[in-house]
């Protein structure tokens, strides 16, 4: 029996999408108001009614055309040009991504730490001169 899946099959397209968008079959279930069974019945049919599928599509947050014309190559072809295209590891690149730090995270950290310190000790030491005030009240009473 051979392990390949047709290109139109729609359960097994469905199933790979919800997989990229790290859902369980439980809960796209939940979300459909179905059993985890019948999920799994849809994942492994060839065909899905037109109306199901439309609230298959809105639950995995796609349109039915997306999961139509769902080619898993496509994706991993999309994800590996990203990673091809990329230069920000290279000798000398500058980099490009925004989400690439520019300082020392732990360095930030210990700065909000000592400037936390810093406004700690003012606040505590407002809190005594309040206190001192007070007391100075209660003795002139």
Do not use: W
């Not at 109306?51 to 947050?61: F, M, N, P, Q, S």
């Not at 920000?88 to 980099?95: D, K, L, N, R």
């Not at 360095?107 to 005030?133: F, G, H, P, Q, T």
């Amino acid at each position: 029996m051979s392990t390949l899946t047709k290109p139109n099959h729609i359960g097994r397209k469905i199933s790979r999408i919800r997989e990229l968008r790290d859902m369980k079959q439980e809960a796209l279930a939940q979300a459909l108001g179905i059993t985890q069974q019948t999920i799994s019945n849809i994942e492994n049919s060839e065909t899905i009614d037109e109306d199901r599928l439309a609230e298959v599509a809105k639950a995995l947050g796609v349109t039915v055309e997306s999961i139509k014309n769902f080619f898993e190559e496509s994706v991993i072809n999309y994800f590996n040009n990203i990673y091809d295209n990329d230069f920000s590891h290279s000798i000398g690149a500058v980099p490009i991504n925004p989400n690439n730090c520019s300082f020392n995270p732990l360095d930030k950290m210990m700065e909000m730490v000592e400037e936390n310190k810093k406004l700690y000790e003012r606040l505590l030491e407002s809190e005594k001169e309040k206190i001192a005030y007070l007391e100075k009240l209660l003795r002139d009473k």
